[in-house]
């Protein structure tokens, strides 16, 4: 397996790892419940980020490594303006995800971070297969997914329980030959 390569640039964006003093601008976004509503935790008061954080920061040392969470910093600006993530779940199945600030919505940053981390998952880290997993009301996120290319494949009902719920999700999954051939055709 091979490693990683941060940061990932974009045309608008540069992906990189997390540091400590991150954890304001981290505190901006996931302590906002438009931003958690689809997500298994949050919203994150200010320890609650403190320990993500510390979490995040001792993942970078892993080895071998598993977890990519990386910032996402706008570069015109330089602020960081959410958090995207790889994550290889089992042997070559990387599982991806992203939040972004309500305030950077539709601006087709998502679509850019997840082309992007798509390509790096398939070159960097030999994946053979990229899925991800969306609650099946997050109608922006589903729609991300179905712009880059990714296939919806099933839907689990009752996939996991948060928040005092239920949760179902549909898995979206891109298999290696599918975006050989997408790459082969742009
Ligand atoms: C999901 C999220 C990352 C999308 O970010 P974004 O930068 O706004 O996404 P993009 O601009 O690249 O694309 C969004 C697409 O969804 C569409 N969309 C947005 N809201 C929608 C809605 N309620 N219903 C249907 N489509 C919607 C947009 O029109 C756009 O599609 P288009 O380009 O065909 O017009 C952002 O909403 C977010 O951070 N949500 C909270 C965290 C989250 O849910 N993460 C995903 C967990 S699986």
């Not at 015109?76 to 972004?100: H, Q």
């Not at 880290?125 to 899925?131: G, N, P, S």
Request: proline content about 3%; hydrophobic content about 40%.
């Amino acid at each position: 397996m091979r490693k990683l390569t941060v940061p990932i640039r974009t045309a608008r964006l540069n992906l990189r790892e997390f540091v400590s003093s991150d954890l304001k601008a981290i505190h901006a976004y996931s302590s906002d419940p438009r931003v958690t509503r689809y997500l298994f935790f949050g919203p994150r008061d200010e320890d609650s980020c403190a320990e993500y954080l510390e979490e995040l920061l001792q993942s970078q040392r892993e080895q071998p490594r598993t977890r990519f969470e990386l910032a996402v910093e706008e570069i015109a600006t330089t602020r960081l303006i959410g958090a995207c993530d790889l994550s290889l779940i089992e042997a070559k199945v990387v599982d991806l995800g992203y939040m972004l600030g309500a305030q950077q919505w539709g601006k087709g940053y998502a679509t850019e971070i997840a082309l992007a981390l798509v390509d790096a998952a398939f070159f960097d880290l030999r994946a053979e297969r990229v899925i991800s997993t969306v609650d099946v009301n997050n109608s922006a996120s589903i729609r991300v997914l179905e712009k880059i290319g990714m296939r919806w494949e099933a839907v689990y009902r009752k996939h996991r329980r948060a928040k005092n719920r239920w949760w179902d999700c549909h898995l979206f999954t891109l298999p290696r030959e599918v975006w050989e051939s997408l790459k082969a055709e742009t």
